[in-house]
């Protein structure tokens, strides 16, 4: 099993830019999950998928942060456009049921200067 | 809003010695809890999962859970340097099952 596989692994881009996180689950979990890590708020969520449509988004920060999960295998987080506060470790986890435990992908470390 | 709740620490311990993490959880209808373990540089990894009120013990570790006083906490027996990490709780609720997590406890176990 591969586990999830997040990509890029990191990202340097100036602010304003568009930047698109990629992510694939693990094969058969039906939820998938977009958490963002700092050092100042811990680990949030922004987007829960239940079955490749979306549960819950009510994490996402505003209008310029856009998430899809267009099949089982694929989901992607936008920014569009980005700021330097959105400087940030994003992770993609996945999990086979409802109440089951995440399984994490490795993250994509952002840096919007 | 559902919080969770730990102190950041750090904890410091002995090589050897139990390593005791505690957490608090403010939503009543949290019904599954986890604690994951996370290196510096690294992606959280699931230690151990706990559901129902009591201890649950998987090697070096326990989990203990008393819903009556929305408390979870993770005793780390024969405690190592490589168990130096920083441990996320987390808990889910019934209605939506998207794990909170807090923010994390740092433990270094220093030889």
């Known amino acids: 099993d591969a586990g999830v596989i997040q990509s890029p692994r990191h990202e340097v881009t100036e602010m304003g830019q568009e930047v698109t996180l990629r992510c694939k689950p693990i094969s058969g979990h039906n939820s998938l999950f977009w958490y963002r890590q700092t050092m100042m708020r811990g680990l949030e969520l922004l987007i829960y998928?239940?079955?490749?449509?979306?549960?819950?988004d009510s994490g996402m920060p505003e209008d310029r942060f856009s998430a899809k999960m267009p099949n089982a295998s694929f989901s992607t987080l936008k920014i569009q456009p980005s700021e330097p506060r959105d400087s940030a470790v994003y992770f993609c986890?996945?999990?086979?049921?409802?109440?089951?435990?995440?399984?994490f992908g490795n993250g994509t470390r952002l840096t919007v200067t | 809003q559902k919080e969770v709740e730990q102190n950041s620490g750090p904890l410091s311990v002995p090589e050897g010695a139990i390593a005791s993490l505690n957490c608090t959880y403010s939503d009543r209808g949290s019904q599954s809890f986890f604690w994951y373990r996370q290196y510096s540089g690294k992606s959280p990894e699931l230690i151990m999962s706990i559901y129902s009120n009591g201890d649950k013990e998987d090697g070096r570790f326990t989990a203990q859970l008393n819903k009556a006083s929305q408390y979870v906490s993770l005793l780390i027996r024969d405690s190592q340097p490589s168990d130096s990490a920083t441990y996320l709780c987390?808990?889910?609720?019934?209605?939506?099952?998207?794990?909170?997590f807090g923010r994390g406890t740092s433990l270094i176990v220093h030889p």
């Open positions: 986890a996945s999990s086979p049921t409802y109440n089951s435990p995440l399984h």
């Open positions: 987390a808990a889910s609720s019934g209605g939506s099952y998207i794990p909170t």
């Open positions: 998928f239940n079955n490749n449509v979306p549960i819950d």
